[in-house]
Nanobody, 124 residues
Framework: QVQLEESGGGSVQAGGSLRLACAASGLTFSMYDMGWFRQALGKEREFVAA????????YYADSVKGRFTISRDNAKNTVYLQMNSLKPEDTAVYSC?????????????????WGQGTQVTVSS
Protein backbone atom coordinates (compact mmCIF):
# COMPACT_ATOMS: atom_id res chain seq x y z
CA GLN A 1 0.00 0.00 0.00
CA VAL A 2 1.44 3.33 -1.07
CA GLN A 3 1.58 6.02 1.59
CA LEU A 4 2.76 9.60 1.33
CA GLU A 5 2.93 11.47 4.62
CA GLU A 6 3.62 15.19 4.80
CA SER A 7 5.05 16.99 7.79
CA GLY A 8 6.47 20.39 8.65
CA GLY A 9 3.46 22.59 8.17
CA GLY A 10 2.47 25.26 10.66
CA SER A 11 1.92 28.95 11.22
CA VAL A 12 4.53 31.57 10.43
CA GLN A 13 4.68 35.31 9.93
CA ALA A 14 5.23 36.83 6.52
CA GLY A 15 8.87 36.69 5.55
CA GLY A 16 9.46 33.53 7.52
CA SER A 17 10.42 30.04 6.40
CA LEU A 18 9.14 26.50 6.66
CA ARG A 19 10.46 23.19 5.42
CA LEU A 20 7.96 20.57 4.40
CA ALA A 21 8.84 16.90 4.13
CA CYS A 22 6.99 14.05 2.47
CA ALA A 23 7.94 10.51 3.45
CA ALA A 24 6.96 7.79 0.98
CA SER A 25 6.44 4.09 1.53
CA GLY A 26 5.04 1.19 -0.46
CA LEU A 27 6.59 2.25 -3.76
CA THR A 28 10.02 2.30 -5.39
CA PHE A 29 10.55 5.95 -4.58
CA SER A 30 13.55 6.46 -6.85
CA MET A 31 11.42 5.58 -9.88
CA TYR A 32 8.84 8.31 -9.27
CA ASP A 33 8.79 11.99 -10.05
CA MET A 34 7.48 13.93 -7.07
CA GLY A 35 5.40 17.06 -6.91
CA TRP A 36 4.06 19.54 -4.41
CA PHE A 37 0.64 21.08 -4.90
CA ARG A 38 -1.39 23.41 -2.74
CA GLN A 39 -5.02 24.30 -2.27
CA ALA A 40 -6.19 27.44 -0.56
CA LEU A 41 -9.63 27.67 0.99
CA GLY A 42 -12.22 28.15 -1.72
CA LYS A 43 -9.72 27.80 -4.54
CA GLU A 44 -8.66 25.06 -6.90
CA ARG A 45 -5.56 22.99 -6.31
CA GLU A 46 -2.49 24.45 -7.97
CA PHE A 47 0.97 23.24 -8.88
CA VAL A 48 3.84 24.43 -6.70
CA ALA A 49 6.96 22.44 -7.62
CA ALA A 50 8.11 19.14 -9.08
CA UNK A 51 11.32 17.15 -9.19
CA UNK A 52 12.36 14.33 -11.50
CA UNK A 53 13.05 10.84 -10.18
CA UNK A 54 16.81 11.44 -10.21
CA UNK A 55 16.60 14.93 -8.78
CA UNK A 56 18.36 16.35 -11.82
CA UNK A 57 15.40 18.45 -12.98
CA UNK A 58 13.16 20.76 -11.00
CA TYR A 59 10.16 22.86 -11.95
CA TYR A 60 8.38 25.69 -10.17
CA ALA A 61 5.24 27.74 -10.42
CA ASP A 62 6.04 31.35 -11.26
CA SER A 63 4.49 32.44 -7.96
CA VAL A 64 7.10 30.57 -5.90
CA LYS A 65 10.16 30.69 -8.15
CA GLY A 66 13.15 32.08 -6.28
CA ARG A 67 11.51 31.52 -2.90
CA PHE A 68 10.81 27.77 -2.75
CA THR A 69 13.22 24.89 -3.36
CA ILE A 70 12.24 21.29 -3.96
CA SER A 71 14.73 18.51 -3.27
CA ARG A 72 14.74 14.79 -2.60
CA ASP A 73 16.72 12.13 -0.80
CA ASN A 74 16.14 8.79 -2.50
CA ALA A 75 17.99 6.97 0.27
CA LYS A 76 15.40 8.26 2.74
CA ASN A 77 12.39 8.02 0.40
CA THR A 78 11.67 11.65 1.17
CA VAL A 79 10.99 14.80 -0.83
CA TYR A 80 11.31 18.26 0.67
CA LEU A 81 9.98 21.72 0.00
CA GLN A 82 11.99 24.56 1.51
CA MET A 83 9.82 27.66 1.62
CA ASN A 84 11.45 31.02 2.24
CA SER A 85 10.14 34.59 2.18
CA LEU A 86 6.64 33.31 2.80
CA LYS A 87 3.68 35.52 1.95
CA PRO A 88 0.09 35.46 3.21
CA GLU A 89 -0.98 34.27 -0.25
CA ASP A 90 1.08 31.10 0.31
CA THR A 91 -1.48 30.02 2.93
CA ALA A 92 -2.91 26.67 1.84
CA VAL A 93 -2.92 22.94 2.42
CA TYR A 94 0.22 21.56 0.80
CA SER A 95 0.18 18.02 -0.57
CA CYS A 96 2.88 15.88 -2.10
CA UNK A 97 2.22 13.51 -4.96
CA UNK A 98 4.02 10.80 -6.91
CA UNK A 99 4.02 10.28 -10.66
CA UNK A 100 5.35 7.44 -12.78
CA UNK A 101 4.88 9.27 -16.08
CA UNK A 102 7.75 9.38 -18.56
CA UNK A 103 8.18 13.14 -18.20
CA UNK A 104 7.95 15.31 -15.11
CA UNK A 105 4.54 16.91 -15.00
CA UNK A 106 3.08 20.09 -13.54
CA UNK A 107 -0.51 18.92 -13.84
CA UNK A 108 -2.22 17.07 -11.03
CA UNK A 109 -3.86 14.48 -13.27
CA UNK A 110 -0.42 13.03 -13.99
CA UNK A 111 0.09 12.04 -10.36
CA UNK A 112 -1.13 8.67 -9.12
CA UNK A 113 -0.55 8.89 -5.40
CA TRP A 114 -1.29 11.70 -2.99
CA GLY A 115 -0.66 12.53 0.63
CA GLN A 116 -3.28 13.93 2.98
CA GLY A 117 -1.69 17.34 3.09
CA THR A 118 -0.30 19.69 5.71
CA GLN A 119 -1.59 23.15 6.55
CA VAL A 120 0.64 26.18 6.04
CA THR A 121 -0.63 29.48 7.39
CA VAL A 122 1.22 32.74 6.79
CA SER A 123 0.10 35.80 8.72
CA SER A 124 0.82 39.38 7.77
Amino acid sequence: QVQLEESGGGSVQAGGSLRLACAASGLTFSMYDMGWFRQALGKEREFVAAISWSGSSTYYADSVKGRFTISRDNAKNTVYLQMNSLKPEDTAVYSCAASSRATTSMTDDSYSYWGQGTQVTVSS
